[in-house]
């Protein structure tokens, strides 16, 4: 049987600012990454967010981004290998003690917006977020574009990897992301979200937005939980997987 894991970026909400529908999003994904303080979320948030999962089964990792939070860490930053590193480091630390105070254990590392983004292509970035979460915890899985330079170097170092794939985002024909600036980046129709994902996990093919089709790898599958329709679509992606006999999981270490 098919197996694959369910992701959703959640507590990215921030003081009195509300972002997303956590509590309803945990009750059908496998896996979460929470936000770690830099690009959204705050102390309290983390915390609660880790308690919920917990509480419902879900399995949790770190989502650090760039120090934006004003532009919710989807702005491009010049950074240097060393800072990334050094980001990496304190924001899994600072949610692994609330991991650890709650009595779990952390599963992933999965990096946020343009600092995902820039690890999907830049080696020497990608390479120094790697290290920057072996120095950590070299047991855990580090999560990243499928085909990208972070899986690559995540395997160099060491570490266990995850390729995901996006549910509610359009890909380029060279496997990347539609930047949110284009036209059409984001996926909203559940159906033309789900045709993709079985698409990807059942042929290991996805249609690029220019019409081609191009060849990619899937161990986890992603809904932005700020996304507005985040749970209608994790809730008929369950659906659409469990009727193709496709089983969802959390990673497996």
């Known amino acids: 049987m098919l197996t694959i894991d369910l992701n959703s970026d959640l507590g990215e909400s921030f003081g009195q600012y509300i972002i997303g529908n956590d509590d309803e999003v945990l009750k059908h994904v496998t896996s979460v990454n929470v936000a770690c303080g830099f690009h959204a979320g705050d102390p309290q948030v983390m915390e609660k967010t880790v308690e919920k999962a917990f509480n419902n089964n879900v399995a949790v990792g770190a989502h650090p981004g760039f120090p934006d939070l ?4 989807r702005r491009p930053m010049v950074v240097s290998p060393e800072e990334a590193k050094a980001y990496v480091i304190y924001q899994v630390s600072a949610l692994n003690g609330f991991i650890q105070a709650l009595g779990g254990k952390m599963q992933h590392v999965k990096p946020h917006g343009a600092f995902y983004n820039l690890a999907a292509t830049d080696y020497k970035i990608a390479r120094a977020i790697a290290e920057g979460v072996y120095a950590v915890n070299n047991d855990l899985i580090l999560m990243g574009l499928a085909g990208g330079e972070l899986v690559k170097a995540g395997k160099e170092v060491g570490l266990k990897t ?13 496997g990347t992301l539609v930047s949110r600036m284009e036209k059409d980046s984001v996926i909203h129709d559940k159906n033309q979200a789900a045709a993709q994902i079985l698409n990807i996990v059942q042929h290991g093919k996805v249609k690029a937005i220019d019409g081609t089709e191009i060849e990619i790898e899937a161990d986890s599958i992603c809904v932005h939980g700020d996304n507005e329709e985040a749970v209608e679509l994790v809730k008929h992606l369950k659906k659409s997987l469990s009727e193709k006999n496709i089983a ?3 990673l497996v270490k």
């Open 70 to 73: 004003k532009g919710f860490g």
């Open 162 to 174: 995850a390729s995901e794939v996006f549910a509610d985002r359009t890909y380029t024909n060279e």
């Open 248 to 250: 969802i999981q959390p």
